[in-house]
C-alpha cells in the first residue's frame, strides 16, 4: 500500500529513480511518514523491471539530521509501528 508523502518525492528518469528527501526546514530528519513512503518507493524499484539504479537525495542543503525524535520516539517507546 501506498503511503501518499510530500517528505518524500519520486522522479523516474529513463531507468533511473530519483528519491528525494523533502523537508528541508526540518533538515530532512525521518518521520514515521517519511520511513513508510521511502519503504514505498523502494518497493516501487524493486517492482519495476525497467529500473536500473535509484539514487537518494536530499531537497535543500542538509542531506538528513537523522530521526525526528518528536514524531519517532514516542511511537517506539508504545511499540507501535512506524
Known amino acids: 500500500m501506498s503511503v501518499p508523502s510530500d517528505t518524500i518525492t519520486t ?10 528527501l523533502n523537508r528541508p526546514a526540518k533538515l530532512n ?20 523491471a525497467a529500473l536500473r539504479c535509484a539514487v537518494v537525495f536530499a531537497h535543500g542543503k542538509d542531506f538528513t539530521a537523522g530521526l525526528d525524535l518528536a514524531d519517532v520516539a514516542p511511537r517506539v517507546a508504545e511499540g507501535k509501528a512506524l
Do not use: I, K, N, Q
Not at 11 to 20: A, K, M, Q
Not at 30 to 47: Q, V
Open 11 to 20: 522522479e523516474t528518469r529513463g531507468s533511473l529513480l530519483l528519491v528525494g
Open 29 to 48: 530528519s525521518f518521520t514515521g511518514e517519511m520511513l513508510r513512503a521511502l519503504g514505498d518507493a523502494y518497493t516501487r524499484y524493486e517492482g519495476d
